[in-house]
């Protein structure tokens, strides 16, 4: 398993252009372009109603925009299923989790077919993995932490691990 480093490296990973979606008479993203670079944390702050879901289900894969383009690492792509935002290493984390809080973190990520062949997990390997993208990522999860005893940020760190994996 490759983990990334961030470093200084600073080309483009995923770039929006003159991105627009309609629903009926009503515009919820008009013309919206963003770069986002390989390490940067960006935040979208707006109103209610102001597009930044919108924006959000269109790059992973939940929308697929009325017109614009999206490039990943400088090439052209269509993203028009969650499958297609994943193989290219885009996932999204979402308000409301999909974590059992009767499992432990490894569990649910067994669960979620990560570490596994059929239906077989192997907890060791997953709980090690975990604890080396917990480190590489400074994510602070624990393996055999029980989700339902997690805070909501700890829940959110689990998610992000999961997307990770993926």
């Known amino acids: 398993m490759e983990l990334h480093k961030l470093g200084d490296n600073r080309e483009i990973r995923l770039k929006l252009t003159g991105i627009t979606k309609r629903f009926l008479n009503v515009t919820a993203n008009d013309g919206i372009s963003l770069d986002v670079r390989r390490g940067e ?5 707006g109103e ?17 925009p009325d017109e614009g383009s999206i490039e990943v690492d400088g090439k052209a792509v269509r993203i028009r299923k969650p499958s297609d935002a994943r193989r290219l290493g885009i996932g999204m984390v979402y308000q409301h989790f999909s974590l059992a ?25 997953v709980e090690k993995r975990v604890r080396e ?8 999860v624990d393996p ?12 959110q760190r689990v998610e992000i691990i999961k997307l990770l994996f993926q």
């Open 133 to 140: 993208m917990s480190q590489a990522y400074q994510l602070d």
């Open 144 to 155: 055999k932490a029980i989700v339902g005893d997690l805070s909501v940020g700890g829940r």
């Open 41 to 45: 944390v960006l935040a979208i702050l």
């Open 48 to 64: 209610n109603g102001a597009g930044k879901s919108t924006l959000m289900r269109i790059v992973s894969g939940m929308l697929v």
């Open 101 to 125: 809080t009767t499992l432990t973190v490894a569990e649910n990520l067994a669960l979620s077919g990560i570490g596994s062949r059929g239906i077989f997990a192997n907890l060791r390997k």
